[in-house]
């Protein structure tokens, strides 16, 4: 994009070479005024008026091509540090931004040990990196007051799914996978199985009920008992056989 005036009015002759970097403050950052979309911002800079705001500034970024790569755009207030293309004040570029006494860090090192690495969004969405030893975990949550969160624990070989209500957790060390829900777990699928080497148990407080639109097999290579201790019914609506090579009953 061709860039003729000075910003602040001043015309182009006098434009002077800037050398290092200067701080600024993010002054717009709307992607339907970016002239390119390419997610550029304003900057005003303390050694001129308020009002006066520099050309569109790219900002740098950790990747960025066709599409993908990755998108932080400075918030309309942030503190950046800002170069200029050959020194020329018509080509800002944001290099990066800085907490202030006013915005301060999500964490800070207070015990000087160093531990966290985080990204946290203004709603309060967090991706933390923990990285004390004995305790290594990777949390990721979204900011609500109830968040949603998955938690992986390294020592503890733990991976963690909490909603809030419901939780998943897939145990490492302990060899099993725990599902806790508040109200129900569905399964469906064409197809279910469900198979173990030793044992499989199914309980309820209250009611089991097993049912099919067409057929129902039970089957033992060796004892096959069924017992209750109220009342017991077998019931057919068609024929009904009791069938063994010794049939005992009561």
Same mark, same amino acid.
């Given at each position: ?206 009611? $089991?009920?097993? %049912?099919?639109?067409? =057929? +129902? !097999?039970? #089957?033992?290579?060796? *004892?096959? @008992? $069924?017992?209750? %201790?109220?009342?017991? =019914? +077998? !019931?057919? #609506?068609?024929?009904? *056989?009791? @069938? ?7």
């Amino acid at each position: 994009m061709e860039r003729t005036e000075f910003f602040g009015g001043e015309p182009e002759d006098d434009i002077s070479k800037i050398q290092g970097l200067m701080v600024g403050q993010v002054a717009a950052n709307s992607g339907k005024e970016d002239p390119e979309t390419i997610g550029q911002v304003k900057v005003t800079f303390p050694f001129r008026d308020k009002d006066d705001e520099s050309w569109w500034a790219r900002v740098a970024t950790e990747m960025a091509s066709s599409d993908y790569g990755t998108w932080f755009l400075p918030e309309v207030g942030d503190e950046v540090v800002v170069g200029f293309e050959n020194g020329d004040m018509r080509y800002p570029v944001v290099l990066g931004s800085l907490y202030t006494g006013n915005k301060k860090p999500p964490y800070n090192n207070e015990n000087e040990e160093n531990n966290h690495r985080a990204i946290k969004s203004r709603y309060g969405h967090l991706l933390d990196f923990h990285d004390k030893d004995g305790k290594e975990k990777i949390t990721l949550k979204t900011g609500a007051d109830t968040p949603r969160k998955l938690l992986m624990e390294d020592k503890d070989e733990k991976i963690t799914l909490d909603d809030g209500t419901n939780t998943i957790v897939m145990d490492g060390k302990g060899g099993k996978i725990e599902i806790d829900a508040d109200k129900e777990i569905s399964l469906t699928s064409k197809k279910i199985k469900l198979e173990a080497d030793q044992k499989v148990d199914i309980s309820a407080k209250q009611e $089991v009920n097993v %049912s099919a639109k067409t =057929k +129902i !097999e039970v #089957s033992s290579k060796g *004892q096959l @008992k $069924v017992k209750t %201790s109220g009342m017991g =019914k +077998i !019931e057919s #609506s068609g024929i009904l *056989q009791i @069938k063994g090579s010794l049939v005992q009953i009561n």
